[in-house]
């Protein structure tokens, strides 16, 4: 039986990419047909019931409505049942609202299932730690296209156009397609489904996440977690203004780090670094329950709700110290 779906989105959502992706997995082969439809003011959203971008219908009906959420063109975050939020539902929510079984030896991109890569017997910090230090390449053309769209981001928020690329790699034998592809396939970064466009590439992410940093002299820039946003100042060697929100009550966090000093509101915020943070391939997806919490009890309170994620709960200046340690070779070596 054909399925006939419906995204709602506003032009170029970063995150249709990733829902669609999903919803090729989730499918696992069953024919999908997918309708897309532009919406660019409010009054389209209300009468199309768009609650944010993207929005998926199933015979015209949000298998995935929360109470109380009004019709929207802002960007729509989904609730994972480990407690994550990002742009699209996951796998096997998705799975469950086509009312398709799960295929054998099938593995979710964005659950952390035991035909993932493991993260057994270590704990979270050293996982995070190593898995983030193997995102690096060492291939000089990879290492020359991953260097310039990080310094894309850093310059301009976004990453550059495959004809800036094309330049780059002025020298080497390789195309801008082969390289881009060898560092999604290594995880290093993640293009979208067509696997034309670059969706994130470590620490930076094109869709909204909960944490957004002011870089001093360059952009405004969203990182794929807390850590990520706690270690730009390292690797850019400048001043870093970070806004974030407690992922329970919402309560604004801001934490500016000038000359490796950090100044943080409240000054009780802690970070939450799961165990699980590196396990799966999908690299815009893995890190979005490594959040900032406006204090220790609140994280714990978070922590003891999801037991199937083992984590730990850092202070503010240790959580700084990781970052840092991840981060702070990227551009140099």
Known sequence: MLMRLEILQVPDCPNVAVLEDRIRQASAGEPVQIAHRVIDDSDQAAAAGMTGSPTLLIDGHDPFPTTGQLPSLSCRLYSHEDGRLDGAPSVAALREALSLPVAAGSCDSDQPTPCCSSAADRGPVDTLDTWRGAARPADPAEKAVHQAILRSFVAHGVPPTLGALTEVLT??????????????????????????????????????????????????????????????????????????????????????????????????????????????????????????????????AWAAGHPEIGGAVMDLAEAHELGSRIFASLLRD
Do not use: K
């Open 171 to 300: 020298g080497h034998s390789a195309s801008v397609a082969e390289v881009l592809r060898r560092l999604h396939d290594g995880d290093v970064l993640r293009l979208d489904v067509e696997g034309s466009a670059i969706v994130s590439a470590y620490p930076f992410s094109t869709a909204p996440t909960p944490h957004r940093a002011q870089i001093a002299g360059g952009a405004t820039v969203y990182t794929m977690c807390a850590i990520d946003a706690l270690g730009l100042a390292a690797m850019l060697d400048t001043d870093v203004y970070i806004t974030s929100a407690d992922p329970v009550t919402g309560a604004p966090i801001t934490v500016s780090i000038e000359a490796e000093h950090l100044l943080v509101h409240p000054v009780t915020t802690v970070v939450f670094v799961g165990g699980t943070a590196s396990r799966g391939p999908s690299a815009d997806t893995c890190c979005s329950y490594l959040n900032f919490f406006t204090d220790r009890s609140g994280a714990h």
